[in-house]
């Protein structure tokens, strides 16, 4: 990139989360164009053109990248196809940031970047890290506002799962998919929390972990109990989390209480805080929050293709929260197909 030149981007997927990439692209309009957006629905397509400024549609993936001259794609596609479309853009020598997981299995992934050559970079867009309140908790355990850590503990509540008095359930209103996924509560939400939780806290390993499945509109699990052990110096990280929870909110929220011989640091929803030798209390708009991450992560893609920082969701960290997932799928025991309730 020479100059004040815009880089050319190309959208894969104009789906669901395509909604909220859009407009973290657009605040980065003086340094990323978005010249073009594929899809194989017309429908999907139509719904974000109506909505976004983007030149050119296509909806076939192939045809965008012959077409077009691209110097990057964002692929907001489902799981399943993550490793072809990746393929597809690193033969074309492009910068590539894809939705998390890079692939639907730990040895997928492994195989995948094993196979990759070529002058692009890529990125995981994991954005649960780059939500404000995380950034901040980070500054504060930076700071030392907690001391030795002892302890960790972390929930993510949801009735989501419960039918109502009409049979629906909210979570699989809101994310229909849900009910096929073979992998549903570790690899599509509690990866985030994983990552999250690396970010904070440095590396770890699974200790134990067993994992549930609440109905029979659902294949996979939506109920997991896990502990982590962290490498450095062993302080145990507790995590429970469950879909089919009775007094829960349908919308889940993070919980995350981290005892420290300082202090006391526990973000609970949107509302940050520290107890102990010093008290901080912050509050987070939701909506602000969200949208905030997704712009967060494509600013900071940017940035690390202008080499301004290191790229922090690059392939060789983010195998090891994908590693994280396959430990916890392997020690739980859990087999969709075996698991009749």
């Given at each position: 990139?020479?100059?004040?030149?815009?880089?050319?981007?190309?959208?894969?997927?104009?789906?669901?989360?395509?909604?909220?990439?859009?407009?973290?692209?657009?605040?980065?309009?003086?340094?990323?164009?978005?010249?073009?957006?594929?899809?194989?629905?017309?429908?999907?397509?139509?719904?974000?053109?109506?909505?976004?400024?983007?030149?050119?549609?296509y909806t076939s993936v192939q045809a965008m990248l012959d077409a077009e001259q691209l110097d990057a794609v964002d692929i907001c596609a489902p799981r399943e196809f993550h490793v072809e479309l990746v393929r597809l853009a690193a033969a074309k020598g492009l910068n590539i940031i894809c939705q998390k997981p890079l692939a639907p299995s730990y040895g997928e992934a492994v195989d995948l970047l094993a196979s990759l050559s070529g002058r692009g970079r890529l990125m995981?867009?994991?954005?649960?890290?780059?939500?404000?309140?995380?950034?901040?908790?980070?500054?504060?355990?930076?700071?030392?506002?907690?001391?030795?850590?002892?302890?960790?503990?972390?929930?993510?509540?949801?009735?989501?799962?419960?039918?109502?008095?009409?049979?629906?359930?909210?979570?699989?209103?809101?994310?229909?998919?849900?009910?096929?996924?073979?992998?549903?509560?570790?690899?599509?939400?509690?990866?985030?929390?994983?990552?999250?939780?690396?970010?904070?806290?440095?590396?770890?390993?699974?200790?134990?972990?067993?994992?549930?499945?609440?109905?029979?509109?659902?294949?996979?699990?939506?109920?997991?109990?896990?502990?982590?052990?962290?490498?450095?110096?062993?302080?145990?990280?507790?995590?429970?989390?469950?879909?089919?929870?009775?007094?829960?909110?349908?919308?889940?929220?993070?919980?995350?209480?981290?005892?420290?011989?300082?202090?006391?640091?526990?973000?609970?929803?949107?509302?940050?805080?520290?107890?102990?030798?010093?008290?901080?209390?912050?509050?987070?708009?939701?909506?602000?929050?969200?949208?905030?991450?997704?712009?967060?992560?494509?600013?900071?893609?940017?940035?690390?293709?202008?080499?301004?920082?290191?790229?922090?969701?690059?392939?060789?960290?983010?195998?090891?929260?994908?590693?994280?997932?396959?430990?916890?799928?392997?020690?739980?025991?859990?087999?969709?197909?075996?698991?009749?309730?």
């Amino acid at each position: 990139m020479m100059g004040t030149e815009r880089r050319r981007i190309g959208i894969v997927g104009a789906g669901w989360v395509s909604a909220y990439h859009l407009p973290a692209w657009m605040r980065q309009s003086e340094r990323a164009e978005v010249v073009a957006i594929a899809d194989p629905s017309p429908s999907a397509i139509e719904a974000r053109l109506a909505a976004f400024d983007i030149a050119r549609n296509y909806t076939s993936v192939q045809a965008m990248l012959d077409a077009e001259q691209l110097d990057a794609v964002d692929i907001c596609a489902p799981r399943e196809f993550h490793v072809e479309l990746v393929r597809l853009a690193a033969a074309k020598g492009l910068n590539i940031i894809c939705q998390k997981p890079l692939a639907p299995s730990y040895g997928e992934a492994v195989d995948l970047l094993a196979s990759l050559s070529g002058r692009g970079r890529l990125m995981i867009h994991e954005n649960w890290r780059f939500r404000a309140y995380y950034r901040r908790l980070k500054a504060w355990l930076d700071e030392g506002l907690a001391g030795e850590i002892r302890h960790v503990q972390f929930e993510f509540l949801s009735s989501g799962m419960i039918a109502d008095s009409e049979g629906r359930r909210p979570a699989l209103i809101r994310q229909p998919f849900f009910r096929t996924q073979e992998r549903l509560l570790v690899m599509e939400v509690m990866i985030h929390h994983l990552d999250t939780l690396r970010y904070l806290l440095g590396e770890m390993e699974v200790v134990s972990a067993r994992l549930e499945r609440s109905n029979r509109d659902i294949v996979a699990e939506d109920v997991a109990s896990v502990v982590l052990r962290r490498l450095s110096d062993g302080v145990l990280v507790t995590i429970n989390a469950n879909l089919a929870v009775h007094g829960a909110p349908p919308a889940p929220r993070d919980h995350l209480r981290i005892f420290g011989a300082r202090g006391t640091l526990e973000l609970n929803g949107n509302l940050l805080s520290a107890e102990g030798a010093q008290q901080r209390r912050e509050s987070f708009d939701p909506d602000e929050t969200y949208q905030g991450a997704y712009d967060a992560t494509i600013a900071h893609f940017l940035d690390s293709l202008d080499g301004k920082v290191a790229m922090e969701t690059s392939p060789g960290d983010n195998i090891k929260t994908l590693a994280l997932v396959e430990d916890i799928y392997r020690l739980s025991r859990f087999d969709p197909g075996r698991n009749p309730l």
